[in-house]
């Protein structure tokens, strides 16, 4: 049995990779174009749209895409039961819906900040019941992921066309909100009209919504710390000074959050690897495989995080053109947040959360959530996007330091294994070898390319140089795999 089920999990780890691959692919193929015709002010309304909307959304969703994964997976192979309970969350989420709607309907009748740009939060609005009845929980409960993927691979490309064919001038931000939403939830309805082939669509009968309601609430706190987390920098921009703004601060984030997919890999691949250990209390491989991922992140994010300080104009112009000017500062602040970020993962989503201590990560959260909206109340009227970056700059350093309270004991060993020494020569020989690039008058990309390589290569070399164990292991993975080396 194994052995058959184990292809099957190989192939959705490659699904589920694409699928989150796509998901940056997407906005990084259509900013550069987008950025350019709608500039900052075009860019930020919709920014601060959608992150308003996802506050909305929330609440709408209370906790269900989460325990959703879970309650649908236990109930698999009870079709009437896993029919049942889809229709109880589902009852559930559309209620939310409504009460969510009412919410916003009233902020859009009395909010004069909103009544402006109405239509644009109206259309970015869909998502709220696109999201609900697409029920996307049940398929990864039942891991339908090559469905899903390929279901918004083909979603995702028809809104790229569409970017291309009807955003033409600065004021088609309403249509880029309209396709940006196209691409993120449409193939929700394909979701809806499939789920025939998994659930009765017919009532089942001896419903109890509120057995779910105690989970869902949990959940729900944890949505509500990463939400606004997540977008309060966006809002308090868009609430306390200018569209452009919060149209600088996106550019600066967009590049930082494809970045923190890249340092954030390795967390993805190894939890299911480090809560089977833990549940078979396999604690000495379990800190084996702690230790190995604390020192890629720190060896993968520091050179990132210096480089893309050093070479942010570059990086900025490339993206998005050079009416983004000031989108440089924020980034140069929020780099930092690539080895914060990289580190909280392992800490909260390998360590404590396979242990079974959500709780430290959502309280983690939530002190973070407080640091940012104080750190931005003070700074965002005087120093715009660049208040927001450091805010943010600060919360994920508290988000940090308060896993590390909770997992000190399990993970100062493994700090103190890191070769500290090695990387600091690779980042100073990496940037003396790069920087004079700058000087060389060439465009943006033709700086990123030759810059690049000469840093990335630099610092590579004094790794391999000084044999640094994680470093030569997986360079002599990869000669391996290319033949040019014997196993």
Known sequence: MSSEKQPSIKKNFIMNALLTMSSFIFPLITFPYVSRILLPEGTGKVSFATSLINYFSMIAQLGI????????????????????????????????????????????????????????????????????????????????????????????????????????????????????????????????????????????????????????????????????????????LGFMITDADVGYYNAAVKIKTILVFVVTSLSTVLLPRASYYVEHHEMKEFGEITNKAIDFVVLLATPLMLYFILFAKEAIYFLSGSAYAESVLPMQIIMPTLLFIGISNILGIQILVPLGKERVVLFSEIAGA??????????????????????????????????????????????????????????????????????????????????????????????????????KSISDQVLVKMHLKKA
């Not at 103190?416 to 003396?432: D, F, R």
């Open 65 to 236: 895409p989460t325990y959703g994964i879970r309650a649908c997976a236990q109930v698999r192979d009870d079709k009437e039961e896993l029919s049942r309970t889809v229709h109880e969350l589902l009852f559930i989420n559309l209620v939310m819906t409504v009460i969510s709607y009412i919410a916003l309907a009233m902020c859009l009748l009395f909010a004069p900040r909103l009544q402006e740009d109405r239509n644009l939060y109206i259309i970015v609005s869909f998502t709220i019941i696109l999201t609900s009845i697409g029920m996307e929980w049940l398929y990864k409960g039942l891991e339908q992921y090559t469905y899903i993927t390929k279901r918004s691979i083909l979603f995702k490309f028809i809104a790229l066309i569409a970017m291309f064919l009807l955003i033409h001038k600065k004021s088609d931000y309403v249509i880029y909100g309209g396709i940006s939403i196209f691409a993120a939830s449409a193939s929700n309805v394909m979701n809806f009209i499939n789920a025939h082939h998994y659930i009765y669509m017919h009532p089942v009968g001896n419903y109890h919504p509120m057995r779910h309601m105690k989970a869902v609430l949990i959940f729900f706190a944890m949505s509500v710390a990463t939400t606004i987390y997540t977008n309060l920098d966006t809002v308090m």
């Open 370 to 471: 407080i640091v940012d909206l104080i750190i931005n109340t003070i700074l965002i009227p005087q120093f715009r996007s660049a208040g927001a970056a450091f805010g943010t700059l600060v919360a994920e350093l508290v988000v940090d330091l308060w896993q590390y309270r909770a997992t000190r004991k399990r993970v100062k060993g493994a700090f103190k294994q890191i070769h500290y020494g090695y990387i600091i020569l690779g980042l100073a020989l990496g940037t003396a070898s790069s920087l004079w690039v700058k000087m060389l008058s060439f465009n943006s990309f033709i700086t990123l390319v030759i810059s690049a390589i000469l840093f990335f290569g630099v610092y590579l070399g004094v790794l391999l140089l000084f044999k640094e164990p994680l470093a």
